[in-house]
């Protein structure tokens, strides 16, 4: 029995089609609020209808929050494997204590249950959000150090602090896998992360960022993580970046997917930081959620690159060309909408 956490999100829902076209025995654990309707439409997107109900319901699930011990440790039963895909993403600091319980204790929870019914190997889904840029202007690779004295936002911090507790579990004897993905393209979820990128994208874009952004195919990570957890490896950690782009083409890539004229002006960064400061004045008085944090600025202007050889030499991986990635999940939004 395979169990994968966060089977609703973009990645748990692509991983679930892939492990369960390939006929295995699954378990799902999701939030009372979940709508698992959005799972079954990923897998329409791979298969005909039918064959996408059949798989669907192969799926064993649970309602369990991965803070809650009591509903783990059902949904741990009888597991030899395990993915662990859930997690809460947020830059806001006044999260950060909810950013610890989802990302950093929920990991411990896994991890210590994992430890004590025996699981026989662990994937962990982190971020290229815990590797620091290094000082020589290198490129970021899997031995690029955490820099914790660094002005980090709070998810970072926390998704760090989880690969923590997955070392810590290495350590007591459980083979693990972590992998460090940078933004994630695929479709499904229109509302949330990479998503409202493209729904923003539809819409036709005017400005753009003088920064970089890493990217990759959604159908790779999943791919990845299956082949990590079928092989002789373990306690190891990969990247995943098919490319790293700068912010002007890639908003040109998402405009020509949709049709419409790429953006031609770069905005400049202390407009930016105005209009967040702005921002930050109106939610301090009217309460109203945060649109634009200085963490999300400070991003749209650095410029990263990665090495991404790692998981090219342990498995010969081959990444999607980002533009065919930008090509297919832009169609398929406006398939949708």
Request: glycine share 6%; with cysteine; hydrophobic share 40%.
């Amino acid at each position: 029995m395979i169990l994968v956490t966060g089977g609703t999100g973009l990645v748990g829902s692509h991983l679930l089609y892939l492990l369960a076209a390939s006929g295995s025995n699954l378990r799902a654990t999701h939030r009372k609020s979940s709508d698992l309707s959005r799972v079954k439409k990923v897998f329409g997107y791979y298969t005909d209808k039918q064959t996408a109900h059949k798989l669907f319901n192969t799926i064993e699930w649970i309602q369990a929050d991965i803070t809650n011990i009591p509903a783990l440790t059902l949904a741990f039963e009888d597991c030899k494997y395990v993915y662990h895909c859930a997690a809460m993403i947020a830059f806001e600091p006044k999260k950060y204590e909810l950013l610890k319980k989802a990302n950093t204790q929920a990991t411990a929870n896994i991890v210590n249950l994992a430890l004590v019914h025996g699981i026989k190997k662990l994937c962990y889904v982190s971020s290229i959000a815990t590797l620091s840029n290094p000082e020589n202007g290198n490129s970021i690779s899997e031995v690029t150090h955490f820099n914790q004295e660094a002005a980090n936002n709070v998810y970072s911090l926390t998704k760090y602090a989880a690969e923590m507790e997955v070392w810590r579990a290495a350590q007591e004897g459980l083979d693990t896998i972590i992998v460090n993905p940078g933004v994630i393209l695929g479709a499904g979820s229109w509302h949330t992360g990479s998503g409202t990128i493209f729904k923003l994208a539809s819409k036709g874009m005017s400005y753009f960022t003088g920064g970089n952004v890493a990217l990759v195919d959604v159908k790779d990570v999943v791919l990845a993580m299956q082949k990590l957890m079928n092989s002789n490896l373990k306690n190891k950690q990969y990247i995943l970046v098919a490319a790293t782009v700068s912010y002007k083409e890639f908003t040109k890539k998402l405009a020509l997917a949709f049709d419409k004229k790429p953006p031609k002006k770069e905005i400049a960064k202390w407009k930016l930081l105005l209009v967040c400061n702005i921002d930050a004045l109106l939610s301090s008085v009217f309460g109203t959620k945060r649109k634009l944090l200085k963490a999300n600025v400070k991003s749209l202007y650095t410029v990263s690159n990665y090495d991404t050889q790692k998981i090219k030499n342990a498995l010969a991986f081959r990444f999607t060309p980002i533009s065919q990635t930008i090509t297919r999940v832009a169609n398929q939004y406006t398939c949708e909408h």
